[in-house]
């Protein structure tokens, strides 16, 4: 059984090494969630729908993250579960690659073959991702955990920018086989760094293993981790917020198309200052807890609450915008949106490490399984319930204004929702237990 308490704690060079980790995993995932379904869309001329239904699949099958979790508990070490998700999702990806190219002369068949990549691709994100942040949590110093998140994700943004140019630059002159070809190697090249990342990575233990119930199955563990009150609240919240969170995923662009004229380019572009405001979200909250150093849980709390709250005032601003047309700032609006969800986001992952050991030893796992399936289940419901309501509020409206307030609108309620929930978490059990500060100095040191 995995124990936070039976090895010594990571340096900052081994928090970089698991954040090489997370920004593999995230390589693959874009190329498939993002290029290949610009591809089916665009050079395959098919509905939109398709990739839709594809990539809401691929979170569907996240629902097996709790499992993965469990299975590194009761074990040994979580990196051979790692390493193992990371192949297995290399595969998938390789696999839906070959499902496009197939789908250019034998649709059908194409498509049967994509939806068994993407549940591949489910269970290598679940397996590999799951046990990564446990791995995180588990073996990261508390006073560390929250710049350790922070870190691990902003690591992973520069992933995805690094995947999208390099893999970008690869892709011309454009073909279906270049496509196989180019995510086979970014596969190939994101399992190489992932083993070689963990390798060593996983600490010995210094002290025998405390007796725990690791031995019951896991039904009867998932059970044990539900029953905890701090779990069930902090399960809610992570599912109200990344709802909010992916609401807009599929209504920016098209609204800044639409509404500001924005061309592909432009509205791309529009995005990348999202992400940016997101990144700097991220780092201004790590610094924050630096300056201010250890925290507790009540003051991690109030960032989380208090990100979701700007978020919901910049979503306001959007809402101006879809009323007042191009008159209004469109891109600080959108940038502010991004600092606000940067700062909740990278609070609340804190929040997730700390909570991660709360309750029954032994249970890591099986915890950061069930909050990273309750994201999975947002993320695909996100954006599928926003371009859906779009639609609705379109036919409902009959113009193209009132129907964006309304999303707009909908959105900023849902996280004034999460920063409500966010508030509960961690009553039950005090406030006093302190969580991850961010010291600055040592950031950069090695081990």
Request: net charge neutral; glycine share 12%.
């Amino acid at each position: 059984m995995v124990d936070q308490q039976s090895f010594r704690p990571l340096g900052w060079f081994g928090i970089i090494r698991l954040g090489l980790v997370q920004a593999a995993l995230g390589a693959i995932v874009i190329l498939t969630t993002s290029t290949l379904n610009r591809v089916m869309v665009v050079e395959l001329a098919l509905a939109a729908s398709l990739p839709g239904a594809l990539v809401g699949w691929h979170y569907a099958v996240q629902l097996s993250r709790p499992r993965w979790g469990y299975g590194s508990d009761v074990g040994d070490a979580r990196t051979p579960w790692i390493i193992g998700g990371m192949i297995v999702l290399a595969l998938g990806g390789v696999l839906a690659a070959v499902a496009t190219l197939v789908m250019a002369s034998l649709l059908w068949t194409g498509v049967a073959l994509a939806v068994l990549a993407f549940f591949i691709i489910g269970l290598g994100v679940g397996a590999a991702g799951t046990n990564q942040l446990a791995l995180l949590a588990t073996q990261t110093d508390p006073s560390r955990k929250a710049a350790a998140a922070a870190l691990v994700w902003i690591m992973m943004i520069f992933g995805f920018v690094l995947t999208a140019g390099i893999a970008g630059a690869m892709l011309d002159p454009f073909s279906l086989e270049r496509l196989v070809w180019v995510v086979a190697s970014v596969s190939g090249v994101a399992v190489i760094v992932t083993v070689a990342a963990l390798f060593g990575l996983e600490r010995r233990r210094t002290k025998p293993l405390p007796q725990a119930p690791s031995a019951m199955d896991f039904k009867a563990a998932f059970a044990e981790v539900c029953a905890e009150r701090q779990a069930r609240d902090f399960t809610i919240f992570v599912f109200v917020s990344m709802l909010a969170y992916s609401f807009q995923d599929l209504v920016l662009e098209p609204f800044a198309g639409l509404v500001y004229g924005y061309t592909p380019g432009e509205s791309t572009a529009l995005a990348g200052t999202q992400n940016g405001g997101v990144l700097i979200g991220m780092i201004v909250t790590a610094i924050a807890g630096t300056v201010i150093g250890k925290s507790r849980a009540s003051f991690m709390r109030m960032w989380t609450v208090g990100g979701c709250f700007a978020s919901a005032i910049a979503l306001l601003g959007l809402c101006a915008a879809a009323a007042v047309g191009p008159a209004w700032p469109l891109q600080p609006t959108v940038f502010a949106l991004g600092l606000a969800n940067g700062a909740f986001a990278v609070a609340a992952i804190g929040s997730m490490m700390a909570l991660a050991s709360a309750g029954a030893q032994g249970r890591e796992g099986t915890r950061m399984g069930l909050w990273g399936a309750a994201q999975a289940i947002a993320f695909g419901l996100g954006g599928l319930l926003g371009a859906g309501a779009l639609d609705v509020m379109r036919l409902v409206f009959g113009e193209l204004s009132p129907a964006f307030v309304s999303i707009f609108a909908i959105e900023a309620v849902v996280f004034l929702a999460a920063a409500a929930l966010a508030l509960k978490v961690g009553r039950s059990a005090g406030d006093d237990r302190m969580i991850p500060a961010m010291p600055s100095t040592e950031l950069l040191a090695a081990e």
